[in-house]
């Protein structure tokens, strides 16, 4: 129903900052609470960052909180994950998804990965030190 697409992801040094961008296409995204996911080799996918459909309620997992920023542009169908600060350990391929229903508008549902209804491919983010 909704296709995804994030980019910005690459190399970047220890402490330095990167941009993702998710644009989406074939649907209302203005409707729609959006979020972040990640996930590293051998580990499962966790929850990053959340943004509900009124732009209201954002979220965070503990690990980035004060270091990256979830935004929206509605007029460009786009959503945002500013990254600073990054660490080796967020090292990970990330993932933007699109919750249709508008299930995510707690902290609970949005950091739940079963809220949402498509997935974008995936941009990979690798820190070094």
């Known amino acids: 129903q909704v296709q995804l697409v994030e980019s910005g992801g690459g190399l970047v040094q220890a402490g330095d900052s990167a941009r993702l961008s998710c644009a989406a296409s074939?649907?209302?995204?203005?409707?729609?609470?959006m979020g972040w996911f990640r996930q590293a080799p051998g580990k499962e996918r966790e929850f990053v960052a959340g943004?509900?459909?009124?732009?209201?309620?954002?979220y965070y997992t503990e690990a980035v909180e004060g270091r990256f920023t979830i935004s929206r542009d509605n007029a460009k169908n786009t959503v945002y994950l500013q990254m600073n600060s990054l660490k080796p350990e967020d090292t990970a391929v990330y993932y933007c998804?699109?919750?249709?229903?508008?299930?995510?508008?707690?902290?609970?549902?949005?950091?739940?990965?079963?809220?949402?209804?498509?997935w974008g491919p995936g941009t990979q983010v690798t820190v070094s030190s």
């Open positions: 998804a699109a919750d249709r229903s508008s299930r995510g508008v707690t902290r609970q549902a949005i950091s739940n990965a079963a809220s949402y209804d498509d």
């Open positions: 074939g649907g209302t995204f203005w409707t729609y609470s």
């Open positions: 943004i509900d459909w009124t732009s209201f309620n954002l």
